[in-house]
């Protein structure tokens, strides 16, 4: 019996890496889940949240519980989304008052999964079939270290993939900077501190940096860029969705 699958695009994913959701669908395809992409998803209401406009974030997580009830599992390629699901929207449930709301997101909340979870403690894999023969370095996102504790799930998958030569980041767990509105409020520590992270993944040698986030991805790519480094940024999910017909 197939494991009927909700993807959530995520509102960033979905505007400016499409790609990468399409290359969850493809993936989880390939494992036998029949997926689903419900058409009134949007936002989750994490930057409202995380910029301390938690009553505006209300709606969205209304509309999140209506949109994402009634499926075995809701699976996203961002730690970051999937953080908020599991840990805030029940706060901002509480504070909107409302029972009903609260007993949705109780519902719901537990059913998503970042991609990587999803695959190994979900359908218990670890070898998902892709080939990608590059040098690869693993960026450990924030959300997904910290708040989620996917812990060694993604470079287990990444290790088992065919062709890669798989390089170990150094300070792979200090934060890239991006933190969302932080790098808008904070650019200079921002900088400073993707500015780090960039010189690590250089460090490696790597023709690829790797990581479960794409705005993570899309900060320490923009200082690689600057550098001409010709490193370039690719999400877990695209690089696991490879094969040996279509490796990029």
């Not at 910029?51 to 730690?79: H, K, L, M, Q």
């Not at 029940?90 to 695959?119: C, H, K, M, N, W």
């Not at 060694?152 to 088992?160: C, G, S, W």
Request: aromatic fraction near 6%; charged fraction near 20%; proline fraction near 4%.
């Amino acid at each position: 019996m197939s494991v009927r699958v909700a993807l959530f695009a995520t509102c960033f994913n979905d505007v400016m890496w499409p790609e990468t959701p399409k290359a969850v669908v493809r993936l989880l395809r390939r494992l036998g889940c029949d997926v689903e992409f419900p058409l009134g998803q949007t936002c989750c209401g994490q930057m409202f949240t995380n910029t301390g406009y938690a009553e505006e974030a209300i709606p969205a997580v209304r509309n999140f519980v209506a949109t994402f009830a009634g499926y075995d599992a809701v699976v996203a390629p961002s730690g970051s989304c999937v953080g908020s699901v599991r840990h805030q929207h029940a706060d901002i449930a509480v504070r909107a008052g409302d029972a009903r709301l609260q007993a949705r997101v109780e519902e719901v909340a537990p059913t998503v999964y970042e991609l990587s979870e999803f695959l190994v403690d979900v359908l218990g894999v670890t070898d998902v079939g892709a080939y990608f023969p590059h040098r690869v370095t693993y960026h450990p996102t924030c959300h997904s270290l910290r708040m989620l504790r996917v812990g060694d799930r993604p470079l287990r998958l990444l290790a088992a993939v065919r062709g890669i030569d798989l390089v170990e980041l150094p300070n792979a767990e200090q934060c890239c900077g991006f933190g969302g509105t932080f790098a808008m409020k904070n650019a200079d520590t921002s900088v400073a501190m993707g500015s780090d992270k960039a010189s690590a993944a250089r460090d490696t040698g790597a023709e690829v940096l790797v990581a479960g986030d794409n705005s993570c991805l899309a900060h320490i790519g923009g200082l690689l860029s600057r550098q001409r480094s010709g490193m370039r940024m690719m999400h877990l999910a695209e690089s696991l969705a490879n094969t040996h017909d279509g490796a990029a």
